[in-house]
């Protein structure tokens, strides 16, 4: 029988094989937006086995096993590595359909060799094999991201990380692959939060080495970290919010807002909303000084289930697409920064599908014609970063915008076995240029269809976030 993952998986004329196999697959990979864990990344972490490396902290996996009836135990709770495994292997065949069927099949295929189905009767014998082979010197972290050529890593940090893994790795020279943070300051929004507001304050005040007492000192010493973050060449910030923050705002409201906070007064939903929109447009500010990348992930609903993330976390699967106003304060919140000139590099994430023509429409109206795709439509994310939500955000940037100045996938993963979703992205793109070509509907001009896909799964990127100039990227 055929083996599912295959060298034509997912290429489905003999167009979009050339185009992939002669221009897109062997392209470097620049991630520019990863959860992975700078610790694991410095220390050249081995991990143990199969489920350390794959299961634990992905709440993908951890929704659909709830979803197929697999206990809590078997999931995040203390059932053995071994047996959280083969619970998950018994739950791979019910995922056909889900993009996770994919991507589990390309991983094991692509870092293990294995071409046959994870299910089952097939588990012990993959956990074995896997497990074999992670004990190998080949498989620590650095190694990985050597294998699949990733040449640029950003990392996730939160203002207050020392970021004492991303120093000591540029000290230790070039390792085949760049290593930056980037400027994550979510949580220095929320103040509704009460003591936890309070309680980040003080780790900005210790991070920062400042005293704050007026809301004029917080936003100094989270200019000070900015500041160290450049140094160690972040080139990018990044914000998990629900809806785009433009609420009107002046320095005197905002700091009555911070003053009722640190007295421990409760901050109502529009005192909250007025105090983040005065914290985006100054981490905006921020990034258009340095000429730094802004880039807003918006459309998330977060821990809908309050009992589940009492008992485990947040971040542990209980995540949906919400159904925010977008449009009007989108616009507003863009205007304001290009009013004063401060308008930075941007990219706007959406989770809801429903707003993919209005993100890929709302970005023309602040391009400057000096910065190609200065203001951009990002990939497909969370929920929509599997096949037909690629396929679906693609057409509508291509119908409504310019494809070829596009920065292409990231992997937005914790996995460093997460890597074959740029291949899985790649195979997706010129499998829908490859019909195009069979159908007439473009050219078959295999120059312009190289450059179109070698801009969108490299160069630009490269070029957006200025890495052309660190010498560890070639």
Request: proline share 4%; charged share 25%.
């Amino acid at each position: 029988m055929k083996p599912f993952i295959h060298e034509n998986f997912l290429l489905q004329n003999k167009t979009a094989q050339k185009l992939y196999h002669d221009y897109a697959r062997d392209l470097p990979i620049i991630d520019y937006h990863c959860h992975l864990s700078p610790d694991d990344i410095v220390n050249n972490t081995q991990f143990g086995n199969l489920s350390q490396i794959w299961l634990h902290g992905d709440h993908y996996k951890w929704r659909a096993m709830r979803t197929c009836g697999v206990p809590e135990r078997l999931i995040t709770g203390d059932a053995s590595d071994e047996e959280k495994f083969h619970a998950w292997a018994a739950t791979v065949p019910e995922t056909l359909k889900n993009p996770l069927y994919h991507w589990t099949h390309l991983e094991l295929r692509s870092y293990f060799g294995i071409d046959g189905l994870l299910n089952k009767q097939t588990s012990t014998e993959i956990w074995e094999h896997c497990n074999k082979l992670l004990s190998q010197p080949d498989y620590s972290t650095q190694n990985l991201l050597r294998r699949m050529d990733v040449k640029v890593v950003c990392t996730t940090d939160d203002p207050t990380d020392s970021l004492e893994m991303h120093r000591k790795y540029q000290a230790e020279g070039d390792s085949g692959f760049a290593l930056f943070p980037t400027f994550r300051p979510d949580k220095a929004l929320q103040v509704e939060k009460g003591k936890e507001f309070l309680d980040y304050i003080k780790k900005v005040e210790s991070a920062s080495n400042l005293d704050i007492t007026t809301f004029k000192d917080f936003m100094d010493a989270l200019q000070a970290r900015h500041d160290y973050f450049d140094e160690l060449g972040c080139r990018a910030s990044d914000h998990g919010i629900e809806e785009p923050y433009a609420h009107p705002f002046n320095q005197q409201r905002l700091q009555d807002i911070f003053d009722k906070a640190v007295q421990g007064q409760r901050i109502t939903h529009e005192e909250a909303l007025t105090f983040k929109s005065g914290l985006m447009h100054a981490f905006a500010v921020m990034d258009h000084e340095k000429g730094w990348a802004f880039q807003m992930h918006i459309g998330a609903l977060r821990n809908n289930n309050k009992r589940k993330l009492k008992e485990l976390g947040p971040d542990t699967g209980f995540d949906s697409i919400g159904d925010f106003e977008v449009a009007k304060p989108l616009s507003s919140f863009l205007n304001q920064l290009e009013e004063n000139h401060t308008l930075p590099r941007t990219i706007i994430y959406n989770l809801n599908p429903r707003d993919n023509a209005l993100i890929s429409t709302m970005i023309g109206n602040f391009q400057d014609g000096e910065i190609a795709g200065k203001v951009q439509h990002g990939p497909g994310w969370w929920f929509q970063d599997q096949k037909e939500g690629m396929e679906e955000q693609l057409q509508t940037l291509a119908n409504m915008s310019c494809l070829n100045r596009f920065v292409g996938m990231v992997t937005d993963s914790r996995s460093f076995l997460s890597y074959p979703r740029h291949e899985y992205y790649r195979r997706i793109l010129c499998n829908m240029l490859g019909n195009d070509v069979e159908q007439g509907i473009v050219p078959e001009d295999y120059g312009l269809l190289r450059q179109l896909i070698e801009n969108v799964c490299y160069k630009n990127a490269l070029e957006y976030f200025r890495y052309d100039r660190i010498p560890e990227v070639k």
